[in-house]
């Protein structure tokens, strides 16, 4: 008869409990970034319907499984799944709530960002730009979601326990996304760190127009005040 071996029945229970939620919430992040995508093109035919302008940007590129890129105007927003699984840090404050404290698991989240680039960089190849995570969208096993960002994408979506995705709610986040890339203008850099540019540099703006260029934001997402709470 076999000794009971606790090792195996720990691995066993993480396999059967941990690992499977983990891979449940990986399957529902994909479909409802799928969504994001379906309902994206959707707004943007709608937009196109009353901007009637073959100058303005207003398309989507499917760059596969993972990611999306939406040229509107002069900016781009890039929609990437991340292929992974994340616990809040443990001193997050959601930690002290009710629905976390009654089930852990529902601490864990899959996560779609938003990023917002010129789009020119990406038209003229200018691999030195700067680009800013301006949302994240965490959705976890009980398909409840809730988004940190900048804007009203810092405010707007933060109910978790009572919040769940469809196609409405989804729409606001691509119109909110959109209205905050558009609003924020590229900003002059500051003369000082522009006066002194090396021959390269000259060279580089002579054939390429390559300069480093961004939308000057002023933040860091990591340490931000409106970080998931």
């Given amino acids: 008869m076999e000794e009971k071996n606790t090792v195996r029945e720990g691995i066993i229970d993480l396999l059967l409990n941990k690992a499977a939620m983990k891979q449940d919430i ?31 940007r207003m398309k989507l590129e499917d760059k596969g499984k993972h990611e999306f890129r ?17 616990k809040l840090p443990d001193e997050n404050p959601l930690w002290k ?34 680009g800013y995570l301006i949302g994240r969208v965490y959705l976890n096993h009980e398909e409840k979601f809730i988004v940190e960002g900048k804007g009203q994408l810092g405010f707007l979506f933060r109910d978790l326990e009572n919040s769940k995705m469809n196609d409405d709610i989804a729409r606001h986040i691509l119109q909110v996304s959109m209205a905050f890339a558009l609003e924020f ?45």
């Fill in 97 to 130: 709530t009710p629905y976390l404290e009654e089930n852990g698991a529902n601490g864990f989240f899959g996560m779609i960002n938003i990023y917002n680039f010129l789009a020119e960089s990406f038209e003229q190849n200018r691999i030195n730009d700067a």
């Fill in 26 to 56: 990986a399957d529902y992040s994909e479909k409802v970034f799928d969504r994001f995508k379906v309902v994206m093109l959707d707004e943007l035919e709608t937009l196109k319907k009353t901007v009637d302008d073959t100058r303005v």
């Fill in 70 to 86: 939406v040229s509107i105007g002069s900016d781009v927003l890039v929609f990437q799944l991340h292929r992974n699984v994340f």
């Fill in 185 to 229: 203008d590229l900003v002059t850099p500051p003369y000082k760190t522009v006066q002194e540019i090396s021959v390269r540099q000259i060279q580089m703006i002579s054939s390429d127009l390559q300069v480093a260029t961004g939308k000057r934001l002023g933040f860091k997402f990591s340490s931000d005040e409106n970080a998931v709470y």
